[in-house]
């Protein structure tokens, strides 16, 4: 009943429509039509009559009790792989897995997925978590009524909150600040692919930082000096593109940072600069006090990092 249907809806029809199909028997025996009358007002009418068509093959095959695998559950008319999962493991306590869209969104998160949700490799991939996360759990019902809560309540497509999130310490897109763009939206236009290539020089405890253009992204921020492209540059256009380096001593690694329309392929480099350079050099321990995007983070990190190793 409550799938495609409205919770309120379905809790002034569901009590009448238990007394009077009180179990597959009594469903099995009845008329469509009579079920049809107590399904009034739900619409989906075809579930109504799978329903009914269910309880039929449960009384027929199965004696009238319900299967409890997942393999038996998806014999019946109208039940699939979700329906069988939610069964399988809330009423009988199966590990079973269960995929909705609420479920698909926090463990993409979690994971830092940043792919869509639909087709055969996310299919399989969010199926498979979901799998192992019920082998692991003590009950099964409560891990999935939990996930599916949590994506409806706290984990939410747009705006989660976070901060009161009992699983933000493990999720991966907390920590990158990437959940308002994670999972990708199954109907998101292509994403224009730039390069930036970021010029990291730390002097002792100091950074040379820069503020950004005021149009742009992450505008008027402070940012190591960073030479975009919508290509990888080589060493030498890199020199010729930002003349105040002095040395470029090594390529760091290269990360990607997701924007609303953009995926922002971030290129670490240990360069130095001119005496000359117009730099303000702040305290790198103190960066996060000043107005910096966690891409900026993100390349700091890397970039020291890659001087311990
Ligand atoms: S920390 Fe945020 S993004 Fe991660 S699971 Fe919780 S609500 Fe979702």
């Known amino acids: 009943m409550l799938q495609q249907t409205q919770a309120s809806r379905v809790a002034e029809k569901f009590p009448a429509f238990l007394r009077r199909f009180p179990n597959p028997k009594r469903l099995a025996e009845s008329t469509e039509l009579s079920v049809l009358s107590l399904w009034q007002g739900l619409g989906y009418y075809r579930r109504a009559k799978n329903l009914r068509a269910a309880a039929q093959m449960i009384v027929a095959q199965y004696g009238g009790r319900v299967p409890r695998s997942v393999q038996e559950l998806q014999t019946l008319p109208g ?128 950074i040379g930082v820069e503020t950004r253009p005021a149009k742009g992204l992450w505008a008027g921020m402070l940012s190591p000096p960073v030479v975009e492209s919508s290509s990888v540059y080589s060493t030498a256009k890199l020199l010729r593109e930002r003349p105040d380096i002095k040395k470029i001593k090594k390529f760091h690694r290269e990360f990607e940072f997701l924007t609303t329309h953009r995926t922002v392929r971030i290129r670490v480099y240990q360069v130095v600069f001119h005496s000359g350079a117009k730099l303000r050099w702040v305290d790198v321990a103190k960066l996060n006090k000043f107005a910096v995007s966690n891409a900026v983070l993100r390349m700091v990190k890397a970039a020291l990092q890659n001087m311990q190793a």
């Open 79 to 206: 039940i699939g792989r979700y329906s069988a999962g939610a069964i399988a493991s809330i009423a009988f306590g199966q590990a079973a897995p269960i995929v909705d869209g609420n479920v698909a969104r926090v463990l993409s998160r979690i994971a830092d997925r940043r792919e869509t949700t639909k087709g055969t490799i996310a299919d399989e991939w969010l199926w498979s978590t979901a799998q192992k996360l019920v082998h692991a759990a003590n009950s099964p019902a409560v891990l999935n009524e939990a996930i599916m809560e949590l994506g409806a309540t706290i984990c939410t497509p747009r705006a989660p909150r976070c901060g009161e999130c009992p699983l933000k310490r493990c999720c991966g897109s907390f920590k990158a600040n990437s959940q308002e763009f994670v999972p990708l939206s199954n109907s998101a236009a292509p994403r224009k692919t730039v390069v930036h290539h970021a010029c990291v020089e730390i002097r002792g405890s100091k």
